[in-house]
């Protein structure tokens, strides 16, 4: 039965897996776990669809997934989860209109418990303030936003040799072909993977071997994988950025690229027949050997159910041999994941969620560690609190958040006989983005309305006094975080006569 679309594999050991699954009818989303012996349902929760849903090992016992946030909150990418001793210790999300807010990410790695980053899209802060590319880094005890400073999205990073390494489209998300990216240095050629090295970002020198008839913007990576002691990175024709084709990926060969001697060097592909549409999507070093496996998919079937998959053995040198999977039969869905923990045992999964087990038959110890034992149903909801047992990030979400909202009286008293008037402002609603507040109110009567910014019993902000017809009528003001106000007031004076 296929599982969904996978979003993730990944090894701790070769009786020690985590597979990501999209779910589907049958199969709930979520974690499986292999064990040495058979694949169970770790977990329903911290799940998420497979073009988001990422893992990272953070120690034997200890992992963390991209995922989406708890409810009411939603968006694919938009959440972690951190699970340690076989429960969910950590649920991480921002509410919209947090003065900070998360952003899609697509990528996850970690050199330790205290120390792993997690990479998204070419974006901004809510202020404008800080632009490029949003990662967020873990230290131990809180999670911080970085804004890596070339704004191209980040499709993976690994961790290698007490370094970070992350691969980038070519635009500020994958297939995002129209906006513009920021970045802090120009980029004649694109720089497709930076280093992270004690929280400083640096451009690799790694550029794609030019081709007739493709841009220079026309390459881009998709993925990294390290065994410890080789890192490659895998890639192909660009879907995303200006060089792009609409519904489509720049037509060039697959690229799989090696780190050899500090540097990364593209090798060129032989053996193999492959289409200049195909991509390696996905790469995995195996272990004890200076080769790779890569699922080689061409654009069109990125997200077929029902074509043969495309497994590339690529060589030191080049040399590249494919296996199409099944060798016979139906085909169940394009390869999309892949992962080795040994130089005879490899997994891949497709797109529609079938799992192939490449191996020599040796048979592995059951892995009987209770942390992985059980299955994890419960999440802590981050978007009503936060729980974790080991010092818990300061929870600045309402920092920035719209100060409360008050109506100050008016200086003109109505008589003791006078009738009662319902409420002159009513449905009082706030927004912030950037550095203007936005107030919208139903205003029941004409009047002369003034909105005034507080702190410390003093007006740091106010409106122009602004006569206004009854309706819904809203009033802006701009703030300024020095003198940021803990509250705000309507001055509000009724006006006699009829409305104008």
């Known amino acids: 039965m296929p599982l ?17 699954v ?59 989860c951190r699970f340690k001793d076989g429960e969910v210790v950590g649920s991480y999300s921002t509410a919209p209109e947090s003065p900070d807010p998360f952003r899609q990410m697509f990528s996850a790695a970690c050199n330790g418990p205290d120390d792993c980053w997690f990479g998204g ?34 499709s993976d990073i690994e961790a290698h040799q007490n370094k970070f390494y992350e691969s980038t489209f070519v635009g500020r998300a994958p297939e995002n072909r129209t906006d513009d990216v920021d970045l802090a240095e120009p980029e004649p050629t694109p720089k497709l993977i930076h280093t992270i090295v004690g929280g400083a970002f640096a451009n690799d020198p790694f550029e794609p071997l030019p081709r007739p008839g493709v841009a ?5 990576l998709l993925a990294l994988d390290s065994d410890g002691s080789e ?62 496996y890569a699922t080689s998919v061409p654009y069109d079937q990125r997200r077929s159910t029902n074509v043969k998959a495309r497994v590339v053995r690529i060589e030191a040198d080049g040399t590249t041999t494919l296996t199409q999977l099944p060798l016979s039969g139906a085909g169940r869905g394009s390869a999309a994941r892949i992962a080795c923990t040994g130089p005879n045992d490899c997994w891949m999964a497709t797109f529609a969620g079938w799992l192939f087990h490449y191996t ?18 419960f999440r802590p909801n981050e978007s009503a609190e936060q729980f974790t047992p080991d010092r818990p990030p300061e929870d600045d979400s309402r920092l920035f ?60 902000v106010k409106t122009p006094k602004r006569v206004l017809r009854p309706g819904r009528r809203k009033l ?23 409305s104008r």
């Open 360 to 377: 020599d038959g040796a048979v592995q110890g059951q892995d009987t560690d209770p942390a992985f034992q059980r299955t994890i149903t």
């Open 231 to 292: 890192l490659w990175a895998s890639g192909g024709g660009a879907a995303s950025g200006p060089s792009a084709p609409e519904n489509g990926s720049v037509a060039r060969p697959p690229l799989a690229a090696r780190l050899v001697g500090g540097a990364f060097q593209e090798l060129p592909l032989t053996g193999a027949d492959l289409d200049d549409d195909e991509r390696f999507g996905d790469i995995a070093a195996i272990p004890g050997t200076s080769s790779a």
């Open 22 to 80: 999209e779910g589907n009818d049958t199969i709930p989303r979520g974690l499986f776990n292999w064990d040495g012996v058979r694949w169970r349902q770790l977990s329903t929760v911290c799940g998420g669809p497979g073009d988001t849903m990422r893992i990272a090992f953070a120690g034997p016992r200890e992992f963390w997934t991209v995922s989406e946030p708890s409810r009411p909150r939603t968006g694919s990418g938009l959440a972690l």
């Open 401 to 460: 958040a719209p100060p409360p909202i008050e109506l100050q009286p008016t200086t003109e008293q109505p008589s003791r006989r006078a009738r009662r008037l319902p409420a002159l402002i009513t449905r009082v609603r706030s927004r912030l983005r950037g550095l203007t507040l936005t107030v919208s109110f139903t205003l029941r009567r004409r009047a002369r309305v003034q909105l005034l910014g507080k702190r410390g019993g003093r007006t740091v």
């Open 476 to 498: 802006s003001l701009r703030i300024n975080r020095k003198r940021y106000p803990t509250r705000l007031a309507f001055s509000a004076r009724e006006l006699k006569g009829r």
């Open 121 to 154: 899209v070419g974006s901004e802060d809510a202020l404008g303030e800080r632009v490029g590319a949003f990662h967020l880094h873990w230290n131990g005890s809180a999670l911080e936003t970085v804004y890596g400073p070339q704004g191209r999205g980040v």
């Open 4 to 20: 969904g679309a996978p979003g993730d594999l990944e090894f701790f050991a070769p009786n020690r897996g985590l597979l990501g």
């Open 216 to 220: 220079p913007d026309g390459t881009e």
